[in-house]
């Protein structure tokens, strides 16, 4: 069946740092691939997207490669700040979510 | 754009009691979904409808049943309260099922006593 795995947090990093969120994947096929945002208090915010492989999702600075061969999704940010601070989500085909991993940002 | 309109935000319910949770969206989405949110175990999938008329179990259906009222609505109803249902619930839609992403509501945070 169906499944995502996501890297445990929470992940704690310092402001400007590089984030990696690593997710990776079990499906038949080739299915779209999707990361969530969800700050506290708010219902989930799709953040990119990818349907096909090798191809690359972006919005607002953060990036993620829709990679076959390692069935992986990872999730990368040059230098975060702040407000980047909420919990992130991937998804399978949208339907299937991994638990979510939380991100703060310390000044 | 009011997108996708969940009420109540906020619900506590007696054990045996039983309600409905309110959906609503505005994007002319062909798709809608109720999931539930617990610690731990991120985004789990009750029931869906693909379009107006269907209806389909997902992936924790137990003691919950639902309404595709028209294209718009789409409702969730616990007959029976139990206190496992405790949890944070979420409406989602999309247009197009396989390569959109979901537009979800704020939520509802149900507790069961």
């Known amino acids: 069946g169906n499944s995502v795995t996501q890297m445990e947090g929470p992940v704690t990093l310092s402001e400007e740092a590089f984030l990696t969120i690593n997710c990776t994947y079990t499906?038949?096929?080739?299915?779209?691939l999707f990361w969530y945002v969800q700050y506290p208090g708010e219902g989930l915010q799709l953040l990119l997207k990818?349907?096909?492989?090798?191809d690359k999702g972006s919005n607002k600075g953060f990036e993620a490669t829709y990679r076959k061969e390692t069935t992986s999704f990872h999730l990368e940010k040059g230098s975060v700040q702040v407000s980047d601070s909420a919990v992130y989500f991937c998804?399978?085909?949208?339907?299937?979510f991994g638990t979510g991993t939380k991100l703060q940002v310390i000044p | 754009n009011a997108g996708v309109t969940q009420t109540p935000k906020f619900q506590v319910l007696k054990t045996g009691q039983s309600m409905t949770l309110q959906c609503a969206q505005d994007?002319?989405?062909?798709?809608m979904y109720w999931y539930r949110q617990d610690p731990g175990m991120g985004l789990r999938l009750i029931y869906y409808?693909?379009?107006?008329?269907?209806?389909d179990k997902g992936e924790v259906p137990n003691g919950y049943n639902v309404s595709r009222l028209n294209k718009r609505e789409f409702s969730l109803r616990l007959e029976s309260a139990a206190p496992s249902q405790t949890s944070v619930y979420f409406c989602?839609?999309?247009?197009?099922?396989?390569?959109?992403?979901?537009?979800f509501g704020s939520g509802t945070r149900l507790t069961v006593v």
């Open positions: 409808s693909a379009s107006e008329g269907t209806t």
């Open positions: 998804a399978l085909r949208g339907v299937t």
């Open positions: 994007m002319n989405h062909n798709s």
């Open positions: 499906a038949t096929g080739y299915p779209s």
């Open positions: 989602a839609s999309r247009y197009d099922r396989g390569l959109d992403g979901y537009t």
């Open positions: 990818a349907t096909k492989a090798d």
